[in-house]
């Protein structure tokens, strides 16, 4: 199973950013999905999920209403959405493949992840 992780870059604040994640390995249209993100020296954490079928999206608080997370299982292809950027959403963006929807917010629902993707905002 491969994730590949791309569109990071360096933004200034109230910008826009829009991540993709490439998979391939697994069976893309059957797999929930979700982004985490990890800024330097804190824990990695949820930033959103999306489930097979895309009737199910879950964001964290602190991106609702500024992210979307959206799939295209035709191109078996995630996309994370980042609208209003702030100093605080620099990270490295992680997606990941889930194996339990019901924990979608936490590290330990993931099966497998990708490399990362270094989203830096400025001020």
């Known amino acids: 199973v491969q994730l590949q992780a791309s569109g990071g870059g360096l933004v200034q604040a109230g910008g826009s950013l829009r991540l993709s994640c490439a998979a391939s390995?697994?069976?893309?249209?059957?797999?929930?999905m979700g982004w985490f993100r990890q800024a330097p020296g804190k824990e990695r954490e949820f930033v959103a999920g999306?489930?097979?079928?895309?009737?199910?999206?879950v964001y964290s608080g602190s991106v609702k209403d500024r992210f979307t997370i959206s799939r295209d299982n035709a191109k078996n292809t995630m996309y994370l959405q980042m609208n209003s950027l702030k100093p605080v959403d620099t990270a490295v963006y992680y997606c990941?493949?889930?194996?339990?929807?019901?924990?979608?917010?936490?590290?330990?629902?993931?099966?497998?992840w990708g490399q990362g993707t270094l989203v830096t905002v400025s001020s």
């Open positions: 990941a493949a889930a194996r339990n929807w019901r924990r979608i917010r936490f590290t330990d629902a993931y099966a497998y």
């Open positions: 999306i489930d097979w079928g895309e009737s199910n999206r």
């Open positions: 390995g697994l069976t893309f249209s059957n797999t929930d």
